[in-house]
Structures are given as C-alpha cells and as structure tokens.
C-alpha cells in the first residue's frame, strides 16, 4: 500500500510538471508577446511566479495597510489578489496587457472580489491619474520585459530607458513601489 502511494504521488507529480512544460514559449523573448499570453491564458487556470500570496503575506503585512490602494501590475492568472483581498486588501486594481487574462479573472472573481477592479492595459502606458495608489507590486513583470537580455545587470540602453520610463511613470501613481524576486529578499522597494 505504502509502495502504490508513493508511485501515485510520483505519476502526479510527474504530470504536474508535464502540464507546466506546455505553456513554455520556444524562445524566450515570446515572453513580450501578448499573443503568447493570449493563447496561454485560454487554457492555463493559474500560475504562480516566486510562489503565491502565503509566501509574501508576512512582508506585505509589514509594509502594506489593508486601507492602501494598490495597484498589480501584470497581474496574470495568479490568485495572489484575489488572496489579498480575501486577506483583508479590499482596494485592489489588476492590470495586465493580455485582454484574455482580464476577462477570465474578473469574471472568476466578480461575485468573491467585488470591490477588486481589472484593466486590460500595458505596464509601459497607464493611464490612470497621478497619485491614484498607494502601493504598486509586481510579481515578474519586469522579468518579462528583461528576456532579451543577455545579463539582467548589465542590460542594453534600450532596456535601461524602458525600465525608467516604467518606474517613473508608476511613482507618479503611487508613493510605494514593490517588486517580488526570487533571489532577493522578497519584496523589495524600488522606492
């Protein structure tokens, strides 16, 4: 009996990973495409970049009030909002650039997440008014405007004023902003 478990938690774990391997682009610079997102959001039901809400919960209560406005940028399929709000974080506002993530999310979280908002909308053009958040986060993002490059600590002038246009235009929204990483500590301010 103890041998049969351990083969079925091996097969499903096996499968988990096969799963996962599917949604993989074959370049890495379709990490860019909204296309790419598009189709991967049209089967995927959820993915978790440097892990999910619980591993980032200690920090965020730290440095997050429940009160804040708070904008996620690239939000994707991830429930890390959706566990926030349920966490206590009511004024959430998700963005991401792929119109197929925003119609699956907030139709799978309008009648749980009723205060939560989401936008179809690209990191690099908001367009939301100065000041309008308290806090930004984001979750691999930048990671994603980053594969093109060869070393991402010394990345090419074109890369370099992307992220500087992005990081200025989104301390002009908020006073905090947040990136999570898995090799730093996990929450950083870039602020």
């Known amino acids: 009996m103890l041998c049969a478990a351990r083969q079925t ?3 499903s774990t096996d499968i988990a ?10 370049h890495n610079y379709r990490y860019k495409d909204v296309d790419y997102w598009d189709e991967r959001y049209k089967t995927e039901q959820s993915f978790e970049w440097f892990g999910d809400f619980s591993k980032f919960q ?3 209560e730290q440095h997050v009030k429940k009160d804040d406005d708070i904008l996620i940028l690239g939000c994707g399929n991830s429930s890390m909002s959706s566990d926030m709000y349920h ?8 963005i991401d650039y792929s119109s197929v993530c925003i119609d699956t999310m907030s139709a799978r ?8 908002t989401w936008h179809q909308m690209d990191a690099r053009k908001l367009s939301f008014p100065d000041a309008s958040y308290d806090v930004v986060l984001e979750k691999g993002t930048l990671d994603a405007m980053l594969v093109e490059e060869k070393d991402p600590w010394r990345v090419s002038q074109d890369t370099a004023c992307l992220i500087d246009k992005v990081l200025k235009e ?11 990483t898995p090799t730093s500590s996990p929450m950083a301010s870039l602020w």
Do not use: Q
């Open 58 to 60: 200690n920090i965020l």
């Open 17 to 26: 990973d096969w799963l996962r391997m599917e949604y993989l682009p074959d």
């Open 9 to 11: 938690r091996v097969h």
């Open 109 to 116: 979280h309008l009648s749980k997440c009723p205060r939560m």
């Open 170 to 180: 989104l301390i002009s929204f908020s006073s905090s902003v947040y990136n999570f």
């Open 87 to 94: 966490a206590g974080y009511l004024s959430i506002t998700n």
